[in-house]
C-alpha cells in the first residue's frame, strides 16, 4: 500500500519527526488560502501522485514541467495549482499515460545547507530491514544505487536496536558529518526504525533530507505499507486511496486473485499464473497491449468470477475483454460461463468479449454461451482468442474476413439489449 506525500508527511509529524509546515488542497483557492494560512515567503506546491519522479514529470498534452515547483508570491500558489490539477502527470514511474492530479500540497520552503537521501526498507535477499544513505539527497536514490552505488551506503538494521552502529559511524564519516549533525540522523534513523516495526512499513524513504545546522527535516517522504498486515493497521487502512490501481490489487487480493494494472486495451482474465504470462504473450505476439494480469485461483465459485469481472470492466481504456480458462481438477468452465450471465444481466456488456473455455465442461459452458450470451465470441484456442481480442480493441472489427463489416454492432447490440438501427 502507498501513501500520498501529505499523507507519509503527517504519520512522520504524528511521530515526533520534523517536517515542514503543509496543507493538502483540492482546489487553486484551497492550495492559496493554505499557503497563506502557513505563513512565510516561499512555498512548494506539489502534485499528489503516488509515483516517483515528480520533480521531472511532464504533464500530459500540456507544455507544462515538473510536478514540484517553488513559488514566491500567493497568487503564484493558486496560478501553479490550476495549472496541475485535473492533469495527469507522467514520470518515470507512471507509463506514458500519466495519473491524474486531484490534490496538491502546499508546503513552506524552508532554507537548507545540505541535502541528504535516508531510506529503510526490507532487504529481501537478508530478509531483514536495511538502511540506505546517501550524500546524493534530492534525486531518485534507485538512479544513484544504477549510476553510483559507491556513493550509497548500505547498514544493516536490526528492528529491536536499530542500525548497526559500526557501520552508521563509518557512513556518516564518509560523508564528513560529526558532532550534533550527526546524531541528528542517527535519531531520525532510529525513529524511522520505530515507526517501520509499529506500522508494518516496508519501504520509508526520506529524499531529501534537510540538514541546517544540527537539526534535519524530511523534506519529502514515501512509505510503503505491507498490504498483508492492513487487518492490523487500522489507521493506515482509513488513508486508503480507492481510486488508485493500488486500491484495485487490494480489493483483488481480499478477493483471492491476483490483479496487476498494466496499461494497456485488452483486459486479460486467465485461472493459473503460467497461463495468464502465455495469454499476456500471445497478446504482444498479436500486436495488441494486456491491460492487466487476472489470475483467479482454480476453486473460485461464481461469485468471486463476477467480482473479478466487475473489477475488469471497471478500469479506463478498456478496448475487449479476454477470458481464457483451462478448466481441471476443481475449476469447472461452466463456471465462467455462469458468471459472464450474471454480471451481464447487471451490467451489460459494453465492450467486445472474447472467451476461450476448454478442459472440465468446456462444451456446457460453450453451449450457455451461445444460447444466453450470442454476443460473446467464442474461439477454439489461445491464439485465436489472442488475435481475435487484439483486432476488436484496436479497430471494433472483426478478424474473421468472413463476417461482414457490420458485425461488431450487431454483437454489441444483441449483447446490451439495444434495438439495432435500421435503414
Not at 83 to 100: A, C, E, H, Y
Not at 319 to 346: E, K, P
Request: glycine share 10%; hydrophobic share 40%.
Amino acid at each position: 500500500m502507498n501513501l500520498h506525500e501529505y499523507q507519509a508527511k503527517a504519520i512522520l509529524r504524528d511521530h515526533g519527526i520534523a517536517v515542514p509546515a503543509g496543507r493538502v488542497a483540492e482546489t487553486p483557492a484551497e492550495a492559496e488560502s493554505a499557503a497563506k494560512e502557513i505563513g512565510g515567503e516561499r512555498w512548494m506546491v506539489k502534485a499528489q501522485i503516488l509515483a516517483g519522479g515528480r520533480a521531472q514529470g511532464t504533464f500530459k498534452g500540456q507544455d507544462l514541467k515538473s510536478g514540484i515547483r517553488t513559488v514566491t508570491n500567493l497568487t503564484n500558489v493558486g496560478t501553479e495549482s490550476r495549472s496541475m490539477l485535473g492533469r495527469s502527470l507522467i514520470t518515470p514511474q507512471t507509463g506514458p499515460d500519466g495519473m491524474l492530479v486531484d490534490r496538491v500540497y502546499v508546503e513552506q520552503a524552508l532554507p537548507v545547507e545540505r541535502e541528504l537521501a535516508l531510506a529503510l526498507l526490507v532487504d529481501e535477499t537478508s530478509q531483514s530491514l536495511v538502511l540506505l544513505l546517501s550524500a546524493v539527497g534530492g534525486t531518485g536514490i534507485e538512479a544513484t544505487l544504477r549510476d553510483q552505488p559507491e556513493a550509497v551506503a548500505r547498514i544493516p538494521v536490526s528492528t529491536e536496536s536499530g542500525p548497526d552502529a559500526e557501520s552508521f559511524d563509518g557512513a556518516l564519516k564518509a560523508l564528513g558529518l560529526d558532532g550534533r549533525g550527526a546524531d541528528s540522523i542517527r535519531d531520525l534513523a532510529r525513529q524511522l526504525t520505530a515507526l517501520a516495526r509499529e506500522l508494518d512499513f516496508t519501504l520509508l524513504e526520506i529524499n531529501p533530507v534537510g540538514l541546517a545546522g544540527e537539526t534535519c527535516t524530511a523534506l519529502d517522504a514515501k512509505i510503503i505499507a505491507d498490504d498483508n498486515a492492513l487487518f492490523r493497521q487500522p489507521l493506515l487502512v482509513g488513508l486508503d486511496d480507492q481510486d488508485d490501481s493500488a486500491g484495485n490489487r487490494r480489493r483483488a487480493s481480499r478477493d483471492g486473485f491476483n490483479y496487476i494494472r498494466m496499461g494497456g486495451d485488452v483486459a486479460c482474465m486467465t485461472v493459473g499464473a503460467g497461463l495468464s504470462m502465455a495469454t499476456l504473450d500471445t497478446l504482444v505476439q498479436f500486436g495488441g497491449q494486456p491491460a492487466n494480469f487476472l489470475d483467479l485461483p482454480p476453486d473460485s465459485q461464481v461469485n468471486r468470477v463476477t467480482s473479478a469481472l466487475e473489477l475488469l470492466l471497471g478500469g479506463d481504456g478498456i478496448g475487449c475483454l479476454l477470458i481464457n480458462v483451462f478448466g481441471g481438477g476443481i475449476m469447472r468452465c461452466d463456471t465462467v460461463s455462469d458468471a459472464l450471465q450474471v454480471i451481464n444481466n447487471v451490467r451489460p456488456f459494453r465492450v467486445p468479449v472474447v472467451v476461450r473455455l476448454a478442459g472440465t465442461n468446456a462444451e456446457l459452458a460453450n453451449r450457455r454461451l451461445r444460447e444466453g450470451l450470442p454476443g460473446v465470441v467464442q474461439a477454439a484456442n489461445m491464439a485465436d482468442a489472442a488475435r481475435l481480442a487484439v483486432q476488436l480493441a484496436r479497430s471494433g472489427k472483426s478478424a474473421d474476413p468472413r463476417a461482414p463489416e457490420n458485425w461488431l454492432k450487431k454483437i454489441i447490440h444483441r449483447v446490451t439489449g439495444q434495438q439495432e438501427e435500421r435503414d
